[in-house]
């Protein structure tokens, strides 16, 4: 499956952010569909995961549970990642990506095999 990243800028602390990917090439329902991010310096770490179906199973990192939420619509073989109350520390590059359904756990990148191209984010304080 490909994936197309979009809706990265610039905010200020406190503001929000919706990022969107886009899948095409293979049925996007048999993937369970994660974000990752990764600041300058730093390795790329677990944001939040959702499940193929969508409903009722996610998974967010510890820093950002109760400010992001990811969600599905299978109809437009779309995953997003809506992102409020935005800090300086969410400063990275935000990457999307497709995990088949059986493959490991949500947590681990390895487990991926299809990644979006990554959309900047930087929050200034």
């Known amino acids: 499956v490909q994936l197309q990243a979009s809706g990265g800028g610039l905010v200020q602390a406190g503001g929000s952010l919706r990022l969107s990917c886009v899948a095409s090439g293979r049925t996007f329902s048999m993937y369970n569909m994660g974000w990752f991010r990764q600041a300058p310096g730093k390795e790329r770490e677990f944001v939040a995961a959702?499940?193929?179906?969508?409903?009722?199973?996610?998974d967010y990192a510890d820093s950002v549970k109760g400010r992001f939420t990811i969600s599905r619509d299978n109809a437009k073989n779309t995953v997003y990642l809506q992102m409020n109350n935005l800090k300086p520390d969410d400063t990275a590059v935000y990457y999307c990506?497709?995990?088949?359904?059986?493959?490991?756990?949500?947590?681990?990148?390895?487990?991926?095999?299809?990644w979006g191209q990554g959309t900047q984010v930087t929050v200034s304080s």
């Open positions: 990506a497709a995990r088949p359904l059986g493959s490991g756990t949500y947590y681990y990148p390895r487990f991926y095999d299809s």
């Open positions: 959702i499940n193929w179906g969508g409903g009722g199973n996610q």
